[in-house]
């Protein structure tokens, strides 16, 4: 049975509206307006425990995963890939424990933390942004998350050339990203896969476009994704109110060997 211990990260859920990630420490203390968690009652005790706040409010405490880090957890300077995107590109991608992989566009670093969990202590994660601002934040949410062994932050326009090694899939989130195809694709393996997201059509077309011309790119495809949650009660099971529509496109593309 795992036990919370002194430096871990923790997801304390009191309700729908009342959930937290917080890293134990001695003497520490998170404050809601249903009562006080202290951190060293949590210390010691087994993951998925019931406890109490100062005002007798129930609530969990939990080991966090990836979800609770976007929804909880993360400094935020810059809008996020959402987590049914995230998932859907990291399927694409193939990636896995060991994977080299590059990512433009890191913003505030929700897909860098997903990434790197996928990734592993043996793999590496080359994130690049044009922002010092949103490395900072990525910096300090990669540390928050553990993530620091493996994950490497440069600030680089990649639109020019970029120096790193040979890599397994790169995700690419900028405004055009098909100024960015020939530069990534100097840098990806034969056969590897590109994945590349982008908010609107027009920049879906363009890129797609692209990524033809290019000749570096074959088995092409652009998808979007919509997320419905139920609302399950007796007698009453409905979907809820407000969904998660439109997002973001996403487009998938393989490095070929020689041009056509």
């Given at each position: 049975?795992?036990?919370?211990?002194?430096?871990?990260?923790?997801?304390?859920?009191?309700?729908?509206?009342?959930?937290?990630?917080?890293?134990?420490?001695?003497?520490?203390?998170?404050g809601?307006?249903?009562?006080?968690?202290?951190?060293?009652?949590?210390i010691?005790?087994?993951?998925?425990?019931?406890?109490?706040?100062?005002?007798?409010?129930?609530?969990?405490?939990?080991?966090?995963?990836?979800?609770?880090?976007?929804?909880?957890?993360?400094?935020?300077?810059?809008?996020?890939?959402?987590?049914?995107?995230?998932?859907?590109?990291?399927?694409?991608?193939?990636?896995?424990?060991?994977?080299r992989?590059?990512?433009?566009?890191?913003?505030?670093?929700?897909?860098?933390?997903?990434?790197?969990?996928?990734?592993?202590?043996?793999?590496?994660?080359?994130?690049?942004?044009?922002s010092?601002?949103?490395?900072?934040?990525?910096?300090?949410?990669?540390?928050?998350?553990?993530?620091?062994?493996?994950?490497?932050?440069?600030?680089?326009?990649?639109?020019?050339?970029?120096?790193?090694?040979?890599?397994?899939?790169?995700?690419?989130?900028?405004?055009?990203?098909?100024?960015?195809?020939?530069?990534?694709?100097?840098?990806?393996?034969?056969?590897?896969?590109?994945?590349?997201?982008?908010?609107?059509?027009?920049?879906?077309?363009?890129?797609?476009?692209?990524?033809?011309?290019?000749?570096?790119?074959?088995?092409?495809?652009?998808?979007?994704?919509?997320?419905?949650?139920?609302?399950v009660?007796?007698?009453?099971?409905?979907?809820?109110?407000?969904?998660?529509?439109?997002?973001?496109?996403?487009?998938?593309?393989?490095?070929?060997?020689?041009?056509?």
């Amino acid at each position: 049975m795992e036990i919370a211990r002194e430096g871990d990260p923790v997801y304390i859920y009191i309700d729908e509206k009342r959930r937290f990630v917080t890293r134990l420490r001695r003497g520490g203390v998170l404050g809601t307006d249903k009562g006080f968690v202290y951190h060293d009652e949590l210390i010691g005790k087994p993951y998925g425990s019931l406890i109490k706040t100062s005002s007798g409010c129930p609530a969990y405490i939990f080991k966090p995963l990836r979800q609770d880090y976007y929804s909880r957890g993360i400094l935020r300077v810059t809008q996020v890939i959402y987590p049914k995107d995230a998932a859907f590109m990291i399927y694409l991608s193939g990636i896995g424990p060991g994977s080299r992989v590059g990512e433009a566009g890191v913003g505030t670093g929700t897909l860098t933390l997903a990434i790197a969990s996928i990734i592993g202590s043996e793999g590496k994660l080359y994130g690049f942004d044009i922002s010092e601002k949103a490395l900072e934040c990525a910096r300090v949410n990669v540390e928050k998350a553990g993530f620091s062994d493996r994950v490497i932050l440069k600030k680089h326009d990649v639109r020019e050339e970029i120096d790193v090694e040979p890599l397994d899939a790169f995700f690419l989130d900028i405004p055009d990203p098909w100024n960015a195809i020939i530069s990534v694709s100097k840098v990806l393996k034969s056969s590897a896969p590109l994945l590349v997201y982008v908010p609107t059509t027009n920049q879906v077309e363009k890129t797609v476009l692209a990524l033809r011309e290019s000749k570096a790119f074959a088995d092409i495809h652009a998808y979007e994704l919509l997320l419905r949650e139920y609302q399950v009660e007796k007698d009453a099971v409905r979907p809820v109110t407000r969904m998660i529509g439109h997002t973001g496109y996403i487009i998938f593309a393989r490095r070929v060997l020689a041009t056509q």
